[in-house]
């Protein structure tokens, strides 16, 4: 689904990813680790269209997809859910998550069941502003959010941030439930081993903007991932 050579990105004069390649498959978790600062959400907003890489290529779903704009790359499929989930305060939750309708025809603004099914808390409060939810439910809606544009390919950071741990489990099962579909590849950047470990197929640990380790589930021990991923 997504196929990444050779990236580069820079803030003003500071180069924060190095020759970053990585590739995501449908069906599969991959996960970005490493400590803070490395780069992880830079390259999310790399792949998301929301900062513009140096250099490099972007290959996605088969197709060359250049330099494009966020609006467009979510418009082919990528959908984001940014740290700090970045939901609309003043909005309700009906409202916020009809913002995804901006990249569907008409004929698909809707929200499906399925939404409702995974997390429920969103019908009680479909006419609670935003910013009156807690953390773990403004998750929910950020996921959902992104969910309503029907990615091929998700982009997840640190969704496990200042969360519940309840609602740590759900987002668990989320996860699992959508990569388990065949249909959709995620990158997941997350800080919390354990949920990291537990969910990923595939891991990329970055060290210093650069691709320091990679590998399945199975080339990679939980010692050797945990020692890789603490330097």
């Known amino acids: 689904m997504l196929k990444v050579k050779d990236l580069t990105l820079h803030y003003g004069g500071s180069q924060i990813l190095y020759d970053v390649s990585l590739t995501a498959a449908a069906g599969e978790v991959t996960c970005i680790m490493g400590t803070n600062g490395v780069g992880k959400t830079s390259l999310l907003k790399a792949l998301s269209g929301t900062h513009q890489r140096t250099s490099g290529e972007i290959e996605f779903d088969g197709e060359a997809i250049g330099k494009l704009p966020a609006h467009a790359l979510a418009q082919k499929g990528i959908g984001y859910v940014p740290q700090g989930r970045m939901i609309f305060p003043l909005l309700t939750v009906k409202e916020n998550m009809e913002t995804a309708y901006a990249c569907l025809p008409r004929s698909e603004h809707y929200v499906p069941d399925e939404i409702y099914e995974l997390f429920p808390i969103l019908k ?108």
Not at 124 to 141: A, I, M, P, T, Y
Not at 155 to 183: A, F, S
């Open 124 to 231: 009680e409060f479909l006419n609670r502003r935003g910013g009156d939810l807690s953390g773990g439910q403004q998750q929910q809606l950020a996921i959902a959010r992104a969910m309503l544009t029907k990615p091929k390919l998700l982009l997840l950071d640190e969704p496990t941030e200042g969360i519940q741990p309840n609602i740590i489990q759900q987002i668990g099962r989320v996860i699992r439930y959508l990569r388990d579909k065949g249909d959709i590849a995620i990158i997941l950047v997350e800080q919390y081993f354990d949920f990291a470990y537990e969910n990923a197929d595939r891991f990329v640990v970055l060290r210093r903007g650069a691709v320091m380790k990679s590998g399945s589930h199975d080339d990679l021990s939980r010692a050797e991932l945990l020692e890789a991923t603490s330097v």
